[in-house]
């Protein structure tokens, strides 16, 4: 068995080789490489013939690759033909090779020039992901899971995002096809939104001003003796001008600002993007407190896919208090 085994390790690297572009130090050939060894190590323990064995470490290896089909945003670009230049192909190669690695969601309103350029997710192939992962306890993998969460939650801002942009309101100053006029680049929405506040803010001023200013030019121009009675029409208008104005200054500072549901949702992001930069990396962290970190943002509103839950709640049941996130971890990998 032990001779079968060896031959299986030198078949799958071979196959490792092949399906991570000849770049044996990327991060989708270091997860497939882990994943081989899990399966080995399971089978090993389960006394399986050199069948089973294969079964289990083909299965695991097309479960890496359904990661990688989720999170790479590269994993459709068309390969450079042989005899194109051999630059593109290594760099096509070596996108390949990529897996999930954390952003900053803020990236889904200013990344580029059109705002529309943002880390591409298979939302629901993640969470089938995460239910082929859940369903094979003995695939331990802290690296896999935190990807997988990490990626989730990311997806899940940017949507929340992408539904404040295309909802912006026009007491703020937004137009209706803001969003779509800009193509999402709430940079480009904010300026236009801004020049239109400003705009209109103008109008009130000389509409206000005019109330005040044309009585006034007329009380000052009017003849002395005697006087005729729209002098007296304009100074009754002037006085209770001035009254209202300052009757709406001391309502407005007796009372706090209404915040609109819009600037509520806004406020909800920024700290759901807060908590989501703040979540460890390349550490072991408590599972517990990644979950109490959810929950919290949960009671203000906050609505997180159901796959996170899991994959959280998973690494909780296995350990509440430590969850190995490192994959250059000795311990990452090697546990059954």
């Not at 009130?204 to 005019?210: C, D, H, L, M, T």
């Not at 729209?230 to 006085?239: D, S």
């Not at 979540?279 to 949960?298: F, G, N």
Request: charged share 25%; proline share 5%; hydrophobic share 40%.
């Amino acid at each position: 068995m032990r001779e079968g085994t060896e031959s299986l390790r030198e078949e799958f690297a071979r196959r490792i080789a092949d399906m991570g572009y000849g770049d044996r130090w990327s991060p989708f050939t270091r997860l497939l490489n882990d994943f081989v060894e899990l399966s080995l190590s399971e089978s090993e323990r389960l006394g399986e013939d050199l069948h089973a064995t294969r079964t289990r470490a083909h299965d695991a290896i097309e479960l890496a690759d359904n990661l990688r089909s989720a999170v790479n945003e590269h994993s459709r670009d068309e390969e450079p033909s042989a005899a194109g230049d051999q630059t593109k192909r290594k760099q096509w190669r070596q996108k390949q090779g990529l897996l999930w690695q954390h952003n900053d969601p803020e990236g889904a309103l200013y990344t580029s020039e059109t705002g529309s350029v943002v880390r591409a997710i298979e939302k629901d192939s993640l969470g089938n992901v995460a239910a082929q992962y859940l369903q094979r306890p003995w695939l331990h993998h802290g690296w896999f899971e935190w990807m997988i969460l990490d990626a989730l939650l990311y997806s899940e801002i940017v949507a929340f995002a992408r539904t404040l942009k295309a909802t912006a309101p026009a007491s703020e100053g937004f137009s209706f096809l803001s969003s779509s006029k800009h193509k999402g680049n709430f940079r480009a929405m904010s300026s236009e939104a801004a020049r239109v506040r400003l705009t209109w803010r103008a109008i009130n001023f000389i509409w206000v001003a005019a109330q005040f200013g044309v009585p006034a030019y007329f009380v000052w121009t009017s003849p002395h003796e005697p006087r005729p009675w729209w002098y007296y029409a304009c100074l009754a208008w002037i006085g209770f001008w001035l009254v209202m104005v300052l009757v709406e200054w001391t309502s407005r500072r007796s009372r706090p600002r209404e915040v609109s549901q819009w600037e509520k949702s806004w406020a909800l992001w920024d700290k759901m993007r807060a908590m989501y930069n703040t979540l460890p990396r390349d550490a072991v962290v408590s599972p517990t407190q990644v979950r109490s970190e959810l929950d919290r943002l949960s009671q203000e509103g906050a609505v997180w896919p159901g796959p996170a839950y899991a994959i959280i709640d998973h690494a909780i049941r296995r350990d509440p208090a430590v969850w190995v996130l490192n994959p250059r971890s000795g311990y990452v990998g090697l546990s059954g």
